[in-house]
């Protein structure tokens, strides 16, 4: 099964210049932790609840911060083409719940951990990477 086969087609995204706030409604409006930070179809950045909470507003910064100044950069994605097996790896160690698919440069969806444990032939491999992703990080004064 591939990736375009369960993924979700009609994905909100954020641009860089949006503030944070309008991030944690559209966050809230979905009930996801996370959206893509798109710019002229491109995604250019990933921005999480986490992100707003310690990047932002533990360190005072305002509703009105841009998404910009506080995203996260180095997107890991997937191709429409990705098998769903390989999706739940890549997930598994990226430590990621959601892998923005990209076709020809473009956000054409996004797959989830969740879409992974809908498909029953994947029940095994969502709960892998779930269980990955749920692992303490190893970094180095990583709060644990």
Avoid: W, Y
Avoid at 72 to 96: G, H, S, W
């Amino acid at each position: 099964m591939k990736v375009k086969d369960i993924m979700t087609h009609k994905v909100s995204t954020v641009a860089p210049s949006d503030s944070i706030e309008h991030a944690a409604k559209i966050m809230k409006q979905l009930h996801c932790g996370s959206t893509p930070v798109v710019e002229g179809g491109k995604v250019v950045g990933i921005i999480t609840d986490r992100d707003i909470s310690i990047k932002a507003v533990a360190e005072g910064k305002g509703p009105n911060t841009a998404v910009k100044d506080i995203m996260f950069t180095q997107v890991v994605t997937c191709t429409p083409e990705t098998d769903a097996r390989q999706a739940a790896d890549i997930m598994a160690d990226k430590q990621i719940r959601r892998l923005p698919v990209i076709d020809q440069g473009k956000l054409v969806g996004i797959v989830a951990i969740g879409d992974l444990a809908r498909v029953d032939i994947f029940t095994h491999e969502s709960g892998h990477a779930l269980s990955d992703i749920s692992e303490p990080s190893q970094r180095p004064n990583a709060v644990q």
